[in-house]
């Protein structure tokens, strides 16, 4: 479905965040309307609003409600309110950078007046969206550009238009891929435990009609043993300055097959997902999430009362098995850290013009 006529993942309407409730997908499409900054944090924890370059435009807006609620008349009251509520959307989730970035972004605007400050807070939210957009379609290009001819392409989690404010990372890829007649067919990952590849990614691929088919994360290493995967293709939480990138968990363990298998592991991300502080994979924070979501699958228990279960949400692959980072700067190749910090300060750049 083309930009135009999908409506964006997160917007602004009437003073209020208007969100795709991504918990409902895809047996309902439901709309939030929210109206507090309380609630919002609330739908970002529960995953309502999932994908880091999502999470991070949601918080941006968020703080424009915060802006708005607030009853300072001063300057330094607002900027105290702003900076509490930021306090409370940083909380939510730890590993995707977005987030932080989104916040950091917003909270360094600068303005003379309260009333102006309430409107430049939003203008912010608003540029974040609007450049998150055209960051997907580049990166779309970009990575369309690397694709071989009718190429079948693994992703994994989701990492489309609903992750993003539309068009997404590696399904931005594998859309443009698509409208250039470069895309033969998608492997998804139902991706375990909160199954975002088969409620989210399925459910966009079906609704652009572009062929996929849906697997078990347990059989990845089979199809590629068949010669069905031209290219894995994934979206990132954060990438540390070395090239090391965090991303739903069991994308380490394909990008591992990939390289078994002598077939490119591409990384699909825009500068926002670029963390330059953290100097590797180690010191990303992984998000820990309530066991319950192992030992169920759609609120049925699977497993017996009471196991222990692990709930690590992401993994880190490292940066040496990556075949290239697709940014909307243009590609990166290895080594690594010298091309992301030009990538960021090109988009930095980019940002004051
Ligand atoms: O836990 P989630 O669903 O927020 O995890 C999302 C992912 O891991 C995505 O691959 C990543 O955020 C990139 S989205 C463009």
Request: glycine letters at 6%; one cysteine or more; charged letters at 20%.
């Amino acid at each position: 479905m083309p930009v135009s006529q999908r409506e964006r993942t997160v917007s602004w309407r009437d003073g209020r965040i208007r969100l795709i409730d991504q918990t409902r997908l895809p047996q309902e499409v439901v709309w939030l309307e929210i109206a507090d900054e309380a609630t919002l944090a609330e739908a970002i924890r529960r995953l309502q609003v999932r994908g880091a370059p999502a999470i991070g435009a949601a918080a941006a807006f968020g703080l424009a409600l915060a802006a708005n609620a607030s009853p300072a008349t001063t300057l330094e009251a607002l900027r105290a309110d702003l900076a509490a509520a930021a306090a409370r959307l940083r909380v939510t989730r730890p590993t995707a950078v977005n987030l932080f970035w989104a916040i950091d972004r917003v909270l360094a605007v600068e303005a003379s007046t309260v009333a102006e400050l309430r409107a430049a807070v939003l203008a912010e939210a608003e540029r974040i969206a609007q450049e998150d957009i055209a960051a997907c379609q580049a990166i779309g290009r970009y990575g369309a550009a690397l694709l071989p001819a009718a190429a079948s392409i693994l992703t994994h989690c989701n990492a489309g238009a609903l992750a993003t404010v539309d068009y997404g990372t590696a399904l931005g890829v594998v859309r443009a891929g698509w409208e250039q007649g470069k895309v033969r067919h998608v492997f998804v990952d139902e991706t375990r435990p909160l199954l975002q590849g088969a409620r989210l990614t399925a459910w966009e691929l079906a609704a652009d009609g572009i062929p996929l088919t849906l697997i078990t994360d347990s059989m990845a290493g089979y199809f590629f043993q068949c010669g069905a995967i031209d290219a894995v293709v994934v979206g990132a939480d954060r990438i540390a300055a070395n090239g090391d990138v965090a991303n739903k968990i069991g994308t380490y363990t394909l990008a591992v097959l990939a390289r078994e298998h002598g077939i490119p592991f591409y990384v699909a991300a825009p500068t926002s997902t670029i963390d330059l502080n953290t100097p590797s994979g180690a010191a990303i924070p992984i998000e820990e999430r309530d066991p319950n979501e192992v030992t169920t699958i759609a609120g049925q228990r699977v497993a017996p009362a009471g196991v222990p279960a692990a709930n690590p949400a992401f993994d880190v692959t490292p940066a040496r098995y990556l075949s290239a980072i697709i940014t909307e700067t243009g590609v990166l190749r290895p080594p690594f850290p010298a091309g992301l910090a030009e990538a960021v300060a090109r988009a930095r750049r980019k940002d004051q013009t």
